[in-house]
Every structure is written in structure tokens, then in C-alpha cells.
């Protein structure tokens, strides 16, 4: 792992009606548009689902992690992240992440481990972390 801190930039670009592309180097361009309950369009990532994939995605990649360093084998992790936008003292911001996660282990697999492994990868999530 490279030294503290990291430093990732993004950019974001868009015009008055169309999709906003978003980008970043070395990845492939995303078109976004405010979600359905603001008057999107539908069917683009918006900022919003994007942060709560964002809170999956870490899930599963810090499982990966504390799974590989306590030597935990899994076949499969699925995760569904349920992300809360309430109003909030005249504040709209996400109260609440949901985690839910379905595990696969191999046959003996010591579910005991892996339950703790997976507490665990929810504790030490940068992003859950962050928000």
C-alpha cells in the first residue's frame, strides 16, 4: 500500500439538460443524472446511488481484505446497501446505510470466523467510516 495520504481526483462535466460524464484517469467515462425522486430521468448512476454503491463496494472489498489476512477461504459475498435521504432540520442528507450481506462459504467452512470477519469488514470500512 502506498504511504498517506492517497489523493483521487475526479472530474465532472455537463450542460443545462444533458447526461453529466464523469471521469477520472485510466477509467471509463459514467453518465449521471439526478435520480427519478428529483425530477430525473431514470436509468443513469446519480450521485446518489453512486454513494451508496460506493458504501457496498468498500463492504466487499474490506471483507476481501480481513477475510485474506485471517486466511478465511469464501466462495462468494453478495451485498445490498439500502441508503436513507431523509430531510432532516431543513438538511436533506442520508441518515442511515443498511448493510445486508450473504456470505458463501465452502463446505466446513468455520462460520463462527466468518461471521466476526464480516462484522469486522463493516467496522473497518473507509467509506461507512468517512460518512
Known amino acids: 500500500m502506498d504511504a498517506f495520504p492517497h489523493h483521487y481526483r475526479v472530474r465532472a462535466s455537463g450542460s443545462a439538460d ?14 449521471t443524472q439526478a435520480p ?7 436509468g443513469r448512476w446519480s450521485p446518489e ?5 460506493a458504501v457496498a463496494d468498500c463492504y466487499v472489498l474490506s471483507f476481501r481484505a480481513v477475510a485474506a489476512a485471517s486466511k478465511l477461504s469464501f466462495e462468494q459475498l453478495d451485498c445490498e446497501v439500502e441508503g436513507v435521504l431523509d ?8 441518515t ?8 458463501q ?3 466446513g467452512g468455520d462460520e463462527d470466523k ?9 467496522a473497518v470500512c473507509l467509506i461507512s467510516n468517512s460518512l
Request: proline residues 6%.
Open 36 to 42: 427519478v425522486e428529483f425530477g430525473g430521468p431514470g
Open 96 to 103: 442511515a446505510f443498511e448493510i445486508r450481506a450473504r456470505l
Open 114 to 122: 466468518a461471521m466476526r470477519l464480516m462484522e469486522k469488514a463493516e
Open 105 to 107: 462459504l465452502p463446505t
Open 49 to 53: 446511488t453512486l454513494l451508496v454503491a
Open 18 to 31: 444533458a447526461d453529466v460524464r464523469i471521469d477520472s484517469d485510466d477509467l471509463p467515462s459514467l453518465a
Open 87 to 94: 430531510r432532516v432540520e431543513r438538511t436533506t442528507r442520508f
